[in-house]
């Protein structure tokens, strides 16, 4: 638990003094979330499914509030939501998602999604494509699922029990590079901010999505940012699905990184993501 609570009370403090940075409770509005930075571009980041919205690692920080205004959602079943009943699909962290815009005032908005947050925000586009101004993928999977084999999904379906096989799954995803203390705080930071049978369900909404016919074609700009280190959502991958379906998408593959860039390289993705934005 320590690690934990050091890892929040850091990000906390790094972004109360690297720019403004508040928690929107759901006692003043329906959709708890927090929010980064007050400028005229206005963003939606959906987290992974080991995240929560103050799970990003060290990428607030280096996000440009003068410019951007972030608004980091949590799930249903994650975060401050943990308690939130629901169905845990994609078309419900949509319609969130969309809620979240509405009471927030903002008609159009960019999105980031970070590994099954990718396949969250192609679900927004596919569900309100006039809404969205375009799409950052951060390891992101594809509106076609996660193609996994026999193997893997025994693996994966088994980190909702136990804890021991999330922690190969982040190492394995990130090339078996980093340290024992930060595979520990990941793990125990997935395993207490979210529920249980909604991190389970979760699995088969991005792992199986199959909705390519509904976004294929889409105009709006896709940009993907993936780690040279994650052998999971690879670049051949992205260019078998997310560069097949968009016309206006592109690739950049960070060096040093796996499959969580916004702990192992966040002033390089923080960099690439405002990139992406500006062509929004």
């Known amino acids: 638990m320590a ?76 975060g401050t939501r943990k308690e ?28 980031i999604g970070h590994s099954m947050g990718g396949a969250a925000a192609q679900r927004v586009l596919a569900d309100a494509p006039d809404r969205v101004r375009g ?30 096989n999330r922690r190969i799954i982040i190492d394995f995803t990130t090339g078996n590079r980093n340290s024992a203390l930060w595979l520990d705080g990941m793990v125990q930071h997935s395993v207490t901010s979210s529920a249980r049978d909604a991190f389970a369900a979760y699995l088969p909404a991005w792992g199986r999505a199959s909705f390519v016919k509904e976004i294929e074609g889409k ?28 016309p206006n998408a592109d690739l950049t593959v960070l060096a040093n990184a796996g499959h969580y860039p916004m702990h192992e390289t966040p002033v390089q993705l923080a960099t690439h993501v405002e990139r992406a934005l500006a062509n929004h």
Request: net charge negative.
């Open 3 to 78: 690690v934990v609570l050091w890892r929040h009370q850091s990000l906390s403090q790094d972004l109360l003094r690297y720019g403004p940075h508040r928690r929107v409770n759901v006692s003043t509005m329906a959709i708890s979330h927090l929010l980064h930075g007050s400028g005229e571009h206005k963003v939606i980041a959906l987290h992974g499914w080991f995240g929560s919205a103050d799970e990003w690692g060290s990428l607030p920080r280096y996000l440009d509030g003068d410019r951007h205004t972030y608004a980091f959602l949590d799930y249903r079943g994650y």
């Open 84 to 111: 939130a009943s629901g169905d845990y699909t994609l078309e419900e962290i949509s319609a969130d998602t969309l809620a979240l815009a509405d009471q927030l005032g903002w008609d159009r908005f960019s999105l």
């Open 135 to 164: 799409i950052v993928g951060i390891a992101p999977i594809p509106a076609s699922g996660f193609p996994f084999d026999e193997a893997g999904w025994a693996l994966f379906d088994g980190a909702a029990d136990a804890p021991e």
């Open 219 to 246: 105009p709006q700009p896709v940009h993907l940012i993936i780690g040279e280190h994650d052998p999971a959502v690879s670049a051949d991958l992205i260019r078998q699905t997310w560069l097949a379906h968009y």
